[in-house]
């Protein structure tokens, strides 16, 4: 079944709460099988579908494109050709992003949760992340992404972004501190990961901002990527790759395995 909506319109299937408490979770999600989800329909939307601070999004498994946006590649964009908006607060869940899009999902100001997404063909990213302040921190609980030519998450803002759990397949980085955005130490870490077939990295970061990588109980398949690059952030040119490997807090790992 195909829909094609405004974001005015409820979303077919999807199942939208409010907050009534803080999360009880206390262990991290479980390492993840390298298995794909299956889709229990389609829905298009005509613009990006906002979902509010202290909102829970639940997409019930379909997967959500645009019906007005087509991949462009790696050309540059925007929050204007995005499937999702997450604000602070809010929670996406149990949505598979489809390939009709370029910008994925955005966290304009941080302090979103992201539990089990599926990109089934990164575009541009898959989440982009901006805003926030050093105490800011976004969750990627669980899900994955795919056919990812360069990056999969995009940390642009300030704060901290925690993933676990996730499947990441053909892709160029899994996640990168972005390395033109200006002096600003970003923070991340990852657990019980699964990457198959990488190109560069599982996490690029920047020396020269102070950011901080801390990596546990990573499986790699396929090429040996590097499991935390860095490079020199710069704003009048593109990042310079400076080494990769453990490196003081800058890239802390423990319980990497290779297949």
């Not at 160029?172 to 190109?199: E, I, P, Q």
């Not at 090429?223 to 890239?251: F, H, I, M, N, R």
Request: with cysteine; hydrophobic share 35%.
């Amino acid at each position: 079944m195909v829909n094609v909506i405004s974001v005015f319109t409820v979303v077919v299937g999807a199942v939208v709460s409010v907050a009534s408490g803080a999360s009880m979770r206390s262990e991290a999600a479980p390492m993840p099988t390298g298995s794909w989800p299956a889709s229990k329909g389609t829905v298009y939307l005509k613009e990006p579908y906002t979902v509010k601070k202290g909102q829970t999004f639940d997409g019930g498994m379909k997967t959500y494109a645009r019906s007005n946006v087509k991949c462009g590649g790696q050309k540059e964009s925007g929050w204007q050709t995005a499937v999702f908006m997450v604000e602070p607060g809010a929670t996406l869940k149990n949505v598979i992003i489809g390939k009709d899009q370029m910008e994925g999902v955005h966290c304009e100001q941080n302090g979103c949760t992201i539990q089990n997404v599926w990109w089934e063909d990164v575009c541009e990213d898959a989440l982009s992340i901006k805003g926030g302040s050093a105490s800011s921190v976004t969750k990627v609980i669980g899900g994955g992404a795919r056919s990812a030519d360069d990056k999969v998450i995009q940390h642009n803002g300030l704060g901290t972004v925690s993933i676990e759990g996730f499947y990441a397949q053909d892709f160029g980085k899994l996640y990168r501190s972005c390395g033109t955005c200006g002096d600003k130490s970003r923070k991340v870490s990852l657990t019980n990961v699964l990457a198959v077939n990488g190109k560069v990295s599982l996490v690029t970061v920047n020396k020269n901002w102070g950011d901080q990588a801390t990596l546990q109980n990573i499986k790699i398949k396929g090429k040996k990527v590097d499991v935390c690059q860095w490079s020199q952030g710069s704003t009048s040119g593109e990042p310079k790759k400076l080494g990769a490997g453990p490196s003081g807090s800058l890239c802390q790992y423990s319980t990497i395995s290779y297949a």
